[in-house]
């Protein structure tokens, strides 16, 4: 008999400014497929995107452990919290600023997904190592969903 | 030890880019400390594009303050303690590598 080994996958999902439509959905899914998948998910976000989740998904079929997004980057910088994947949206300078915070934070696998209607203008500021995931994206979560299916191959 | 949000400060720059703020800083102070994200300053880790840029004036402190849908504030405030204990970490500055 061999012992299971096998840790479960843990993301953490990192959410700014919900003033962007398709963010809102787009973690909601993104967050599904990934506790389907198997991996253990935490949303790290700020107050205004808890709220929003608490009243879209009251019964937490979609998103379960929610984190302050400036004590979930304080836990990290204290060595309390660690993640495999960290996730990060952002569609304007400040997320790209979480990012690079998280980015020397975190040594692990990066994605940042840039959206919103300056996603294209971001990418030259991005000057980190990351897999990134960039979509004109502000109102229909589309093309933005099919390119996260891309980078994360979900098991059939 | 002050939290952010319980100083007297001063507004300096709001809705500022990241860059921008460094770019202040470093063109407006004589006395710069550089650090990286996570960094712990007035009770907050701070949230930034590493080098952080620090600028101190006697006892007042110019720092970058992320917020998620405001973007960065530069703020100015007033505070002996951690312009004292900024100054006693050895951290790198404009002249001199660490």
């Known amino acids: ?156 | 030890m002050a939290c952010v949000e319980d100083l007297n400060k001063e507004i300096v720059l709001s809705g500022a880019s990241f860059k921008e703020a460094r770019e202040y800083v470093e063109a407006h102070c004589k006395e710069i400390y550089y650090v990286e994200p996570g960094f712990r300053l007035f009770e907050k880790h701070i949230i930034g594009i590493p080098p952080i840029a620090i600028g101190l004036d006697g006892d007042m402190v110019l720092f970058p303050f992320t917020k998620p849908c405001y973007g960065t504030f530069l703020i100015r405030a007033e505070h002996a303690e951690e312009a004292s204990r900024l100054r006693s970490l050895g951290l790198k500055t404009t002249k001199e590598k660490k």
């Open chain 1, 1 to 156: 008999m061999t012992e299971d080994v096998n840790k479960q996958e843990h993301a953490t999902l990192f959410l700014g400014c919900p003033e962007v439509p398709v963010q809102m959905g787009i973690s909601l899914y993104l967050s599904h497929m990934l506790r389907k998948s198997g991996r253990q998910v935490t949303i790290a976000a700020n107050p205004s995107v808890i709220k929003l989740a608490r009243v879209a998904d009251p019964e937490r079929h979609y998103m379960d452990k929610m984190i302050d997004l400036d004590r979930c980057i304080g836990d990290i910088a204290e060595k309390k919290r660690s993640t495999d994947i960290a996730i990060l949206f952002a569609h304007n300078d400040a997320g790209i600023t979480y990012a690079a915070t998280v980015r020397y934070l975190h040594p692990g696998r990066l994605v940042l997904v840039l959206f919103g209607r300056h996603a294209e203008e971001l990418v030259s500021s991005v000057d980190f190592p990351c897999e990134m995931i960039v979509e004109k994206a502000v109102h229909d979560p589309s093309g933005l969903r099919k390119k996260i299916d891309e980078v994360f191959q979900w098991p059939a």
